[in-house]
């Protein structure tokens, strides 16, 4: 009799463990949906520049999208929205951060070099969706900017030069522009600066040099799409909750069966072992 109670006992300790189980399995799994789909995100698309110069990007833009999930990235990032909490909630995980910034790469211009790349901040206020995406779009921007400038003013440097009236390209007989003589006949000109400057193509004219500073100023790192800010979906929210009900009811069901069968299946040993005796 008392080993009867105490197997009654012991399976009722173990079906309400199956049951708290289940109920927390349930929980997890709908408050890891609720939160994941519950976010407010801000999205935008970054084209990440070329230097004419060199035929290179502003900035590799794999190097680009590692530096986006740094702890340093997000401190000037948070400093230019003034909300401290950025400096924690965009790095990456790998950097002890929440991971709210996630970037992305859209295509290839050439093998293993994309240069669009899209961003997205999720946050629990749309207001501070918008203002992290925008401090971050004009972060890289502003960064893009400052590595260009370089290059830039040496463009016009060059475009200054050749558009001195000594430089310019005499006309021809039938009233076309020609090119500049001393360009390709001088060859301490040609060994000197060009040798120095060491530029893929040579500017012969005021007109070269103003369509390539035009070119240059065509390939500055732009957004292809501001930021846009997409509330989350009612229904989804809704489903992450009830899909978390779901879960622990089927995990709690199968558990019991399981259980029931490991029962019957020791029932079934007790009494052959007992006719054996």
């Known amino acids: 009799m008392a080993e009867k109670v105490g197997r009654r006992m012991k399976a009722s300790s173990s079906v309400a463990a199956i049951i708290v189980a289940g109920v927390l399995i349930g929980a997890a799994v709908g408050w890891i949906g609720y939160s994941k789909f519950s976010k407010t995100k801000a999205v935008f698309i970054l084209n990440v520049g070329e230097v004419t110069l060199t035929n290179s990007f502003v900035e590799d833009p794999e190097a680009l ?22 400096a924690t909630l965009l790095p990456s995980s790998q950097y002890g951060g929440r991971g709210q910034l996630t970037v992305r790469a859209l295509r290839p211009v050439s093998p293993g070099s994309p240069s669009l790349i899209e961003v997205t901040i999720s946050s629990s206020s749309g207001q501070d969706a918008e203002a992290a995406a925008t401090a971050v779009s004009k972060q890289i921007l502003e960064d893009h900017a400052k590595r260009l400038a370089p290059f830039v003013q040496e463009m016009k440097r060059r475009a200054s ?70 509330k989350p979906s009612l229904a989804w929210m809704m489903a992450a909750p009830l899909g ?18 490991a029962g019957r299946r020791a029932n079934l040993e007790d009494d ?3 006719r054996s005796t």
């Open 65 to 86: 999208i590692e530096r986006m999930k740094s702890p340093t990235f997000a401190a000037a990032v948070s400093e230019r929205a003034k909300l401290p909490e950025l």
């Open 161 to 230: 030069e050749l558009r001195d009236p000594a430089n310019s390209a005499p006309e021809t007989e039938d009233g076309s522009l020609g090119r500049s003589p001393t360009r390709p006949t001088d060859p301490g000109r040609q060994g000197g600066r060009d040798s120095i400057d060491r530029r893929p193509a040579k500017l012969s004219s005021g007109y070269d040099a103003a369509v390539a500073l035009l070119a240059q100023q065509d390939k500055q790192t732009t957004l292809l799409f501001a930021p846009v800010v997409t």
């Open 244 to 261: 978390g009900v779901f879960v622990g009811i089927v995990f709690v069901f199968f558990a019991l069966c399981i259980r029931r069968e």
């Open 272 to 274: 052959a072992s007992s």
